[in-house]
């Protein structure tokens, strides 16, 4: 493995590990649970059904009502500015990385998934957008949720194929690698079904987090242990 592939795997791990921990936080944020009496969020946690409403109906069922409105929108606008200002900054970091290690496997695959995450993180900054204008203005307008909708699902998508892309690429070696490039690959083809249908939320966020998860093992194994992709074949041989 050369410094500089290694150097990337090693960025690739941190970035991935700031990705674990701020996901981490988001649920310690205090009051960040829904207000809704009936579990309008369902089982996709209040930031995920905030991100997918379709009505301004949705917003009022996630925000309820007084005395629990109030230090619900504080926990949620906090929840937003840690996602525009340290989470998307910090996965696509993590997804970037981990392309531009792989690149030598396929470069034309790996543009593919960088142009990809780097669109979602864009799209993500958009929905953010769309999300503090409707809580300046509850339950929001109709108008704004229509900006809203397409961006959350074009964001989710792109990290699909960025996944995918990831997946395959180390789905091209033998052994662990290939291993873990399948579960990336299935990971992120879970995480584009949103588009097919709203129902499909639970999947898409299972598949995202399953193929983060073992993004990270990558990176980790393939910078602390110093073992090179190529050589996870049956034949190993030494990276050095």
Not at 51 to 78: I, K
Not at 97 to 104: K, Q, T, W
Not at 128 to 145: R, T, V
Request: aromatic share 10%; glycine share 10%.
């Amino acid at each position: 493995m050369t410094a500089a592939e290694r150097s990337w795997w090693w960025r690739c791990a941190g970035a991935g590990l700031i990705v674990i921990l701020t996901s981490l936080y988001f649920g310690q944020i205090p009051n960040i649970e829904s207000c809704a009496p009936d579990g309008a969020a369902g089982n996709l946690g209040s930031i995920i059904a905030f991100e997918l409403v379709r009505s301004p109906a949705d917003v009022a069922a996630l925000f309820g009502t007084p005395p629990c409105t109030e230090p619900f929108l504080a926990a949620m606008r906090h929840a937003t500015w840690v996602d525009a200002l340290l989470f998307i900054p910090a996965y696509s970091a993590f997804l970037i990385c981990a392309l531009i290690a792989l690149r030598g496997y396929g470069g034309s695959l790996a543009g593919v998934g960088i142009a990809a995450a780097a669109a979602a993180a864009l799209f993500d900054q958009v929905e953010g957008f769309w999300l503090f204008m409707i809580m300046d203005g509850l339950p929001g307008s109709q108008g704004e949720i229509n900006w809203l909708i397409p961006a959350v699902r074009a964001k989710f998508v792109l990290l699909g194929v960025a996944a995918i892309c990831i997946g395959v690429l180390l789905t091209r070696h033998k052994g662990m690698g290939f291993v873990f490039g399948a579960i990336i690959a299935l990971g992120g083809a879970a995480t584009t079904s949103l588009i097919a249908d709203d129902g499909f939320g639970a999947l898409t966020v299972q598949g995202s987090a399953v193929a983060w998860v073992a993004l990270f093992a990558v990176a980790v194994l393939y910078a602390v242990i110093r073992m090179n992709p190529r050589a996870l074949v049956a034949d190993v041989r030494s990276a050095d």
